[in-house]
């Protein structure tokens, strides 16, 4: 059973930085779709960004965050990271990373139903 823990929220001011981590404790990073996602009070669950672990295709990226943030790997440490650059009050949210099924499709990576495991998130805060 795969295990995904978050970490690297806080709170920032606008326009500054952070980078979250999603770590598989239990389970391969390879050949997956992994995907960020993040949900305000009051708001539903939205889709940030998303790719392939196995490097078929580009990373997906909300309108929202595009040319913020950046999603990347690093299979050595079967982290997946976020990289939020830019930070507005908006992007206040708790946010969670997702995994799908090994060999699992991607082909809409800011669509849930690509994954099959979730963390239990990490909260940012963005100040004005």
């Known amino acids: 059973q795969v295990q995904l823990i978050e970490s690297g929220g806080g709170s920032v001011q606008a326009g500054g930085s952070l980078r979250l981590s999603c770590v598989f404790s239990?389970?391969?990073?390879?050949?997956?779709?992994m995907g960020w996602f993040r949900q305000a009070p009051g708001k539903e669950r939205e889709g940030v960004t998303a790719f392939h672990t196995g490097g078929g295709g580009s990373s997906v990226y909300a309108d929202s965050v595009k040319g913020r943030f950046t999603i990347s790997q690093d299979n050595a440490k079967s982290t997946v990271y976020l990289q939020m650059n830019s930070l507005k009050p908006e992007d206040t949210a708790m946010y969670f990373c997702?995994?799908?099924?090994?060999?699992?499709?991607?082909?809409?990576?800011?669509?849930?139903?690509?994954?099959?495991?979730w963390g239990q998130g990490t909260q940012v805060t963005v100040s004005s």
């Open positions: 997702a995994a799908g099924l090994v060999s699992g499709p991607c082909h809409n990576g800011l669509a849930e139903y690509h994954y099959n495991y």
């Open positions: 239990r389970g391969t990073i390879s050949r997956r779709c």
